[in-house]
């Protein structure tokens, strides 16, 4: 390997280093997010819609 | 851009997969020990007054009033609405966990493809069901439990932590970091579970014991087709960002 292809190589490689760690922060946002109004979130109307599936899934419910 | 938009419709192809199965399996399953449970739920309480003017002891003979809960549909619009609510949450926790997955996947930064995605899944089922579960077991409704937030609060320390160590175990090379995380996995059943001072549930036991069995079996199903699916549709992703050895030999060539 060249020197000029072990660069070329590496500033790909730090580059997609970088849009993977956008991508990954951006899914656990809105996978945080989902799982938060989906497992966790009290307002009676959100707990009523997703209450028999949170005790299927084992989520604290009551 | 194009890996978000590639890593999001993996997500959401695997969570509508995995979610679609987990809702065939729960009407069969859990469901109808829901529904069965609901019957138990006491629903009004004896009023304190009235137990008082009865006297103590003709209110302790007849105890709570149990009723229909107020969730079991009478109708079949109810019906047809409740299952459809349970499955739209179940799409939902299905997407909400293919991102989360998608995510560990994508930075562990290692070759994928459905086989592995399966492994990758186990891990899942292991974190956010088995480990909670060794501490909070599947609840029906109408059983004793302590404080809701505590019990979440015990259910997120106990999933994170056997995450952690398990993503330690696979990936780190510190054994610093391996110990922290096992130690974090570890704690929360240390400390202890929130449980009720005592437990009179209303739910009989026989049905209380099905339900766990019942819950943990769907939510290893639902892991390993998430799991899979991940990992097919995400193995393009991984290879892609592959040319990491490139990374290691960098500081030379720089």
């Known amino acids: 390997m060249t020197t000029h292809s072990i660069h070329t190589a590496g500033a790909s490689a730090s580059r997609s280093a970088a849009q993977t760690a956008v991508a ?21 109307q959100i707990h009523d819609a997703a209450h028999d599936a949170r005790h299927s899934f084992a989520f604290p419910c009551h | 851009m194009d890996l978000i938009r590639r890593l999001f419709t993996a997500a959401l192809v695997a969570g509508v997969l ?22 138990y ?21 007849h105890g709570p009033v149990r009723e229909v809960g107020e969730g079991v549909p009478t109708t079949l619009d109810e019906a047809m609405q409740r299952i459809g609510l349970t499955i739209a949450a179940n799409l939902i926790t299905g997407v909400a966990y293919a991102l989360l997955l998608g995510a560990a996947i994508l930075l562990a930064g290692r070759p994928v493809d459905a086989r592995r995605g399966l492994v990758w899944g186990m ?9 909670p579960s060794f501490g ?18 015990w259910w997120l320390s106990a999933a994170a932590g056997a995450g952690a160590a398990m993503l330690a175990l696979a990936f780190a090379r510190n054994r610093l970091v391996i110990v922290a995380a096992v130690l974090a996995a570890a704690l929360p059943h240390l400390i202890g579970a929130p449980h009720p001072e005592s437990a009179e549930g209303a739910v009989p036991p026989e049905l209380a ?7 943990l079996g769907g939510a290893a199903l639902f892991w ?8 097919w549709l995400i193995s393009g992703l991984v290879t892609s960002a592959e040319s990491r050895p490139a990374l290691r030999v960098q500081p030379g060539a720089r």
């Open chain 1, 24 to 44: 990954a922060f951006a899914a656990i946002l809105l996978g945080s997010f989902l799982l938060y109004g989906v497992g966790f979130a009290q307002p009676q």
């Open chain 2, 18 to 39: 995995s979610g679609t199965a987990a809702s065939v399996v729960q009407q069969a399953t859990t469901v109808p020990l829901i529904l069965e449970a609901e019957k």
């Open chain 2, 41 to 61: 739920e006491v629903v009004t309480p004896p009023p304190a007054t009235a137990a008082t003017a009865a006297g103590p002891a003709e209110a302790h003979q």
């Open chain 2, 123 to 131: 891990g899942g089922f292991i974190a956010v069901s088995l480990a």
């Open chain 2, 136 to 153: 909070l077991p599947p609840e029906l409704p109408g059983m004793a439990g302590a404080e809701l937030e505590l019990r979440q609060f």
């Open chain 2, 209 to 215: 014991a099905r339900f766990v069995a019942a819950s």
């Open chain 2, 224 to 231: 390993a087709i998430l799991g899979s699916v991940c990992g």
